[in-house]
């Protein structure tokens, strides 16, 4: 039986090396075989109160492509927060109609307190600038998948390091398989101290730069992030800083062979549409991961597999 079994998925920082290799090797599974009717009976709860397109509806299709029903909202807007619940109230309340609570919100810490006071697992789909551990899965499998190992692998990290909470959980889970990082970042968001003290716990090496074209031409895996306008206390230094890095298709040119673009999405503006053609660019591939991912975690977290 899963050692996941009942256990929620906060951090990635929750799951060991053994455990994050157990569910990529399910999302395998999973992908030679998205249809499977293992959820039959099982109701999902997708509490989303702040916007996405891919975490919510790839949640809902890895639910629906296995058989499970799910209920939820898409905005705190259209449940009770509005009337003032508190978020406790909410997750004791949806913890009678389903058997895994899928949240995301955009305080820092809420899916570790909603994890401390819910009776059924939850699974954080992003806390503020905190975490986004399945991001993370989505993103790990799609570097093993493009580069046929999750060891030793050299990426180079762009864009807003300090609010982008998919590099903070993705910096984590690759101090366990020996990555060299590199992060390219204007001075006022480079990677926080206590994400770079990680790297250093685990005897790794980070470099940092404030030009994109220095990584290029030796990175396995570029990976693009966009400047999170939403989480700037003063939206005139977003001003300053939301077009710092823009790759265009001519900028590959010298980039290795083997080399793959990453982005979380969505995308504004960093990466322009023609690299989009270029087989260097896997952006909408590592989208698609994320339901084969997503179906393991809950096929995990439920004790299914
Ligand atoms: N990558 C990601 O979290 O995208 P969404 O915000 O659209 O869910």
Redesign the pocket.
Known sequence: MSKMKGRSLISITDYTKEDILKILDLAEEFEKNPRQNILNGHVIASLFFE??????LSFESAVQYLGGRIVGFASADTSSVKKGESLKDTILTVSNYSDLIVMRNPLDGSARFASEVSPVPIINA?DGANQ?PT?CLLDLYSIRKTQGQLENIEIAMVGDLKYGR?VHSLVQALSLFNAKFHFVSPESLKMPSSVKTVIKNAGLEYFQYTELSDVIPFTDILYMTRIQGERFPDPLEYEKVKNSYILTNSMLEGSKETMKVLH???RVNEITEDVDDNPKAYYFQQARNGVYVRQALIAAILGLK
């Open positions: 916007p996405s397109t891919r975490t919510r992003g986004h991001q998919t979380p999405l969505p």
